[in-house]
């Protein structure tokens, strides 16, 4: 596969959360969300994450790339995508994400708010009130697992947070 040149970020204001809307039962990854998009139109996955059923993290662009998953704020956001949170026909329903998946999202935002500082968390439907994507609260969601998180920060050394410096690492 020839992938794109991709055009860097000047600045990053936002870490949008998204849902696949897929069923629980689907365990979608990169690949086919890879497809998806480019069957959109895209050049590739617009996610920068995306977060399987079992919690693992998939990458999709590259942290410093431009995204493709909010056009109103695709030139300064990094974008992560939860699989789940959706019906057979891709129709929001009640969220059904489950532990090691919420793991694996806080353990993204934590190390992207330490690359990120300024950058605020928020869900799509931030910026599409239309849609109901991510399914669930994200300010409050962050809200809850903020402090834990920060006082989990206080407590362990940068070093044992290896995605922190794979994410510094340009292509």
Not at 104 to 133: D, M, Q, T, W
Not at 152 to 165: C, G, R, S, V, Y
């Amino acid at each position: 596969m020839n992938f794109p040149k991709w055009i860097k970020r000047d600045e990053t204001n936002f870490i949008v959360v998204h849902s696949s809307l897929t069923k629980g039962s689907d365990d979608e990854g990169v690949e086919s969300m890879r497809s998806l998009h480019m069957r959109q139109g895209c050049v590739d996955v617009g996610y920068h994450f995306i977060i399987r059923r079992n919690g693992v993290t998939d990458l999709g662009r590259p942290i410093h790339a431009i995204g493709n998953h909010c056009p109103q704020v695709d030139e300064q956001s990094v974008g992560i995508c939860l699989i789940g949170g959706g019906d057979k026909n891709r129709k929001a329903k009640a969220p059904d994400y489950n532990i090691p998946q919420m793991e694996s999202l806080a353990y993204i935002c934590l190390s992207l708010v330490r690359i990120y500082p300024e950058a605020e968390i928020v869900g799509h439907n931030r910026f599409s009130p239309e849609s109901k994507c991510p399914v669930f609260n994200i300010p409050d969601w962050w809200s809850e697992v903020s402090y834990e998180l920060k006082q989990l920060h206080k407590t362990i050394h940068a070093d044992q947070f290896p995605l922190f410096d794979e994410l510094q690492k340009e292509d």
